[in-house]
Every structure is written in structure tokens, then in C-alpha cells.
């Protein structure tokens, strides 16, 4: 077991579900409230995420896990929207750099079974942030510090 793996609880397939569904849930939320257009490019995206993250912060330093939990799923939600924006950039040929995207998001996502799936991929990718903004947090709490939660 590598380092990063002692002392922390095993995530079982049942929750890993239920933080699909709650990201999913989270989606048809924003479809509701915001239809299906995408966003305008990457820097309308890199100011979601952001504004998102910030609300991320609040929630930690509130230290209200269930609230944390919400503001992950924003910011998870901003992710997937953004990458489905560039997708569908890619695709009406509006920008076609992000041609590689799906390439880099397919090689992002391991352990996720088929990343033929394109849904499983974004998911992955998606997980994977939302750990490193976990660890990012837990770095800048431990800096200041704030209790851990």
C-alpha cells in the first residue's frame, strides 16, 4: 500500500455511487436552473471553478462537513460542465485544439474500467481534482493553523 494509503478509510463502491450520484444530481440541478448552453471558453470556466472553489473554502473553514460536501459537488459540477463545453467546442469545431482533450482526459482517468465510457472518464478526471483540492486544503488549514476537520 503506498504512503498516502495508511491510516485513511477505505472508500467503498456504495459511496463511491453516491458521490456520482450526488454529482449528477448536482448537474441536472444546473441544467434545470441554466439550460444547456456551454460555457464561452476557458477562462469562463477557470472563473466558475474558482468562484466555486472559494465557496469550497468557506464550507471547510466552517468546518460543516455536509456543507463541504455540497461545495465539492459544485465545483465538481463547474468541472464536468467545463469540460462538456469544450467537448462540444471541439466538436462544432470552434476550437479545435481541444481536440486533444479527450485524449488527455481518457489517459487522466485510470482504474475506472472503460474509459471508452465517456461519462466514467469525466467522473474520474473530476474525482481526481476534487482530491487535489482536498490535499490543497488541508495544506492551507494546516498553514494557518486551523483544526483539521
Keep these: 500500500m503506498s504512503p ?13 455511487a453516491e458521490a456520482a450520484g450526488r454529482i449528477f444530481h448536482g448537474l441536472d440541478k444546473r441544467l434545470a ?17 474558482t468562484e466555486e472553489y472559494i465557496e469550497l473554502v468557506g464550507a471547510v473553514t466552517s468546518n460543516q462537513r455536509e456543507r463541504v460536501i455540497n461545495e465539492l459537488v459544485d465545483v465538481a459540477v463547474g468541472c464536468l460542465w467545463g469540460v462538456a463545453s469544450l467537448i462540444a467546442q471541439r466538436d462544432a469545431s470552434l476550437y479545435p485544439p481541444v481536440a486533444q482533450a479527450a485524449t488527455d482526459l481518457k489517459a487522466a482517468a485510470p482504474n475506472t474500467g472503460s474509459v471508452d465510457d465517456p461519462y466514467r472518464a469525466l467522473l474520474a478526471s473530476v ?23
Excluded: C
Aim: aromatic share 6%; charged share 25%.
Design 4 to 16: 498516502m494509503g495508511e491510516g485513511r478509510l477505505p472508500v467503498s463502491e456504495g459511496q463511491r
Design 33 to 49: 436552473y441554466n439550460g444547456d448552453k456551454a460555457f464561452i471558453g476557458p477562462h469562463e470556466i477557470l472563473g466558475i471553478i
Design 127 to 149: 474525482w481526481l481534482r476534487v482530491q487535489t483540492l482536498e490535499r490543497e486544503i488541508d495544506h492551507a488549514l494546516n498553514d494557518v493553523g486551523q483544526p483539521k476537520s
